[in-house]
C-alpha cells in the first residue's frame, strides 16, 4: 500500500516541541480513523451474524433464509474478496480522490470487512470472541507502542516481515487443500509473530511519514492510509489468534 506523496522534512523548519505536538495529533488522528474502522467492522458482523445465523438451544448453528443465500451461493465469495478489492482501489487512488471520498471508501472497506469476519460468530462463543479480541488488544497496543517509542531503526524488519507474510499466504492456500489440524496451528503461531512485527514495523513507518512538511490534505490521507496499515496488522492479527 505504497503512497507517493512528495517528502521534505520538516525538522530544519519545526523545533522540537512543534514536531512533538504535531505528531502527538498526527498519530491520534491515525488511532481514531483505525478505531472507527473496527466499531463498523465490529458492529456490522454481529448485526450480519444474528440475521444469518439461528443458535438452537443445543448448541447447533441454523442458517435463516439470508445465511442461506449467502453462504449457500457465490455471493460467499464475493463477500470474501471484496475487502481486498477496497484495499486496491484505496491504495491506487489515493492521491487523487479527496479525503472524504477516502474516509467513505475506508468505512465502506470496514462494513465489508464486517460481513466478512461474520462467520465467527457461528464457529465461536462470544466470550471466546471477547477474550481473544481482548488479548489482541493488549498485544497491539503494546508492539504499537514499541514502535513508536523505539529509537531502533525497524526497516530491516520490513523486507523479512513480507517475505514471512507470503509464506503464510502459500501455507494457508496449500492447507485448504490439506485440512491439517497441526499445519493450521503452525501457520496460526507462525502469523501471530508476523502480525506482531507488523503491528511496530507500520507503526514507526507511519510515525516517520509525519516529518514530511506537507498541505493539511496529505497529511490527512496519509493518516487515514496509515490506520489502515494498523487496522489490517489488528483484524489479522485477531484472526491469527
Do not use: H
Amino acid at each position: 500500500m505504497a503512497i507517493n506523496f512528495g517528502r521534505q522534512s520538516v525538522a530544519q523548519n519545526l523545533d522540537k516541541s512543534q514536531i512533538d505536538q504535531g505528531l502527538r495529533s498526527y498519530m491520534l488522528q491515525v488511532y481514531n480513523y483505525m478505531t472507527i474502522g473496527l466499531a463498523i467492522t465490529g458492529a456490522v458482523s454481529y448485526f450480519f451474524a444474528k440475521l444469518c445465523f439461528i443458535f438452537a438451544v443445543d448448541g447447533q448453528v441454523i442458517l435463516t433464509a439470508l445465511g442461506q443465500a449467502v453462504y449457500g451461493s457465490f455471493i460467499k465469495w464475493i463477500i470474501i474478496f471484496a475487502p481486498l478489492g477496497f484495499v486496491f482501489y484505496l491504495s491506487a487512488r489515493i492521491n487523487k480522490i479527496s479525503v472524504s471520498s477516502a474516509l467513505i471508501t475506508f468505512c465502506a472497506f470496514s462494513a465489508v470487512m464486517g460481513l466478512s469476519m461474520s462467520y465467527i460468530f457461528a464457529v465461536y462463543t462470544s466470550a471466546s470472541i471477547a477474550k481473544v479480541f481482548f488479548i489482541s488488544s493488549s498485544v497491539f497496543l503494546a508492539m504499537s507502542l514499541y514502535g513508536y517509542t523505539t529509537k531502533k531503526d525497524l526497516t530491516s524488519w520490513g523486507s523479512f516481515l513480507m517475505m514471512g507474510l507470503i509464506g503464510l499466504i502459500i501455507a494457508m492456500l496449500v492447507n485448504m487443500f490439506l485440512q491439517s489440524p497441526l499445519m493450521g496451528f503452525v501457520i496460526s503461531c507462525a502469523g501471530v509473530l508476523i502480525f506482531v512485527g507488523l503491528t511496530a514495523y507500520d507503526t514507526q513507518k507511519i510515525k516517520n511519514m509525519y516529518l514530511e512538511s506537507d498541505v493539511e490534505e496529505v497529511s490527512n490521507k496519509k493518516a487515514l492510509m496509515g490506520a489502515l496499515r494498523l487496522y489490517l496488522d489488528f483484524i489479522n492479527l485477531f484472526i491469527m489468534m
